[in-house]
């Protein structure tokens, strides 16, 4: 299936109802955690994700719980959301990962399943190769600032441009380093614009 950048699955989201199966990996946790929150956005309301949204270390699944957690169909809504997270901790041989690759064959078209890879290695071929492949890599420094904007938003808090290039040389390019400090200044700020 396609390889996307980060981006390129914001935009497809945007545009259309999600794939059945998305693979997703690279250097950036934090991404990763808003990418799979974009796609459960587009996949399933939030007032039906109690019974349509699961998140599961993939590690943890044998080959019976995988079939039950993939093949439940979708309470009261189009879609639902399987999150396996770990997936690269899946042994080669195991059972667990044929039977995950057999599904992947043929996907549950009323479930939307999102991969989560969270090592920075390569991405494994078997899983990605099926799947809506997301390369989710580390944000050049311009669109570090930017980010640093936008989450900023999403607390409620204003920050002043001259403030965000502070923030990001001070604390450094790495978005979970500087999400920790926004939410510090979310509570400080108490609704004055950062500077």
Known sequence: MAALSFDALLRALKRGDPSTVYYLHG???LLK???VRAITDRAVPSELR???LDTRSAADLDPESLHALLDTPPML???RVVVLRGVEQ???KSKARDALIAYLGRPNPT????LVQTDGDAPEADLAGPADAVAIERLPPDRVIRWVSHEAGRL????????????VKT?????SHLRRELDKLAVVALGRPAT
Request: glycine letters at 6%; zero cysteines; proline letters at 6%.
């Open 111 to 114: 479930t939307v399943v999102i």
């Open 33 to 35: 955690d808003e990418a």
């Open 27 to 29: 250097e950036e946790d």
């Open 90 to 92: 899946l042994r080669k």
């Open 156 to 167: 409620g808090l204003s920050v002043e441009p001259a403030a965000a290039e502070l923030l």
């Open 50 to 52: 109690d019974f349509n």
């Open 77 to 79: 809504a189009e879609r």
């Open 171 to 175: 604390t450094g390019p790495e978005l």
